[in-house]
T-cell receptor, first 113, second 109 residues
Framework: NAGVTQTPKFRILKIGQSMTLQCAQD?????MYWYRQDPGMGLKLIYY???????DKGEVPNGYNVSRSTTEDFPLRLELAAPSQTSVYFC????????????FGPGTRLTVT | AQRVTQPEKLLSVFKGAPVELKCNYS??????LFWYVQYSRQRLQLLLR??SRESIKGFTADLNKGETSFHLKKPFAQEEDSAMYYC???????????FGTGTQLKVEL
């Protein structure tokens, strides 16, 4: 099992560009999450999904969009990138019955200049 | 709104010394607290959860509802304990977690 995978590892965007951060898991987890972590701060939840076709906003959803067409994949879309979106992005997943043990990906470091 | 506070950004101790990483929370519901850890070049992973009252790698944490705290303790620090530790609060639907800002533990020889 690869667990939770994220691509790319690093990316530099110009202001106003768009991109999609990819996240996939091979553990048949139904819950998936996107977090961002700014320097010196904790992880903040952007969006989450409790199953294919179901997504909901977290604490900091503005400037992002998600979709969940399959159990395995949970891409995060940034439209019109802004410097405030410079951060490290983590994807995570878990099973319904496994309360709160989330399995994390390695992260994507994004810089917007 | 829920909140998790970790007052120390960095905690430096000598090998063999006791360790206590502080965590306080604010939550109107029934709290479920966790400690996650990120070792160098590894992914963030669950260390322990209050509900199982277990000791993992010599670490324990007791939920104190009166003081709204969930401090992580270990009697004798080891070099391999050096890592970033995050306290997290489970906040209901969707198994969502609210994380603290983390404490970097450095164990010196």
């Amino acid at each position: 099992n690869a667990g939770v995978t994220q691509t790319p590892k690093f990316r530099i965007l110009k202001i106003g560009q768009s991109m999609t951060l990819q996240c996939a898991q091979d553990m048949n987890h139904n819950y998936m999450y996107w977090y961002r972590q700014d320097p010196g701060m904790g992880l903040k939840l952007i969006y989450y999904s409790v199953g294919a076709g179901i997504t909901d906003k977290g604490e900091v959803p503005n400037g992002y969009n998600v979709s969940r067409s399959t159990t395995e994949d949970f891409p995060l879309r940034l439209e019109l990138a802004a410097p405030s979106q410079t951060s490290v992005y983590f994807c995570a997943s878990t099973l319904t019955g496994d309360r709160y043990e989330q399995y994390f990906g390695p992260g994507t470091r994004l810089t917007v200049t | 709104a829920q909140r998790v506070t970790q007052p120390e950004k960095l905690l430096s101790v000598f090998k063999g010394a006791p360790v206590e990483l502080k965590c306080n929370y604010s939550y109107s519901g029934s709290p479920e607290l966790f400690w996650y850890v990120q070792y160098s070049r590894q992914r963030l992973q669950l260390l322990l959860r209050h509900i199982s009252r277990e000791s993992i790698k010599g670490f324990t944490a007791d939920l104190n509802k009166g003081e709204t705290s969930f401090h992580l303790k270990k009697p004798f620090a080891q070099e391999e304990d050096s890592a970033m530790y995050y306290c997290a609060l489970g906040t209901g639907g969707g198994n969502k977690l609210t994380f603290g800002t983390g404490t970097q533990l450095k164990v010196e020889l």
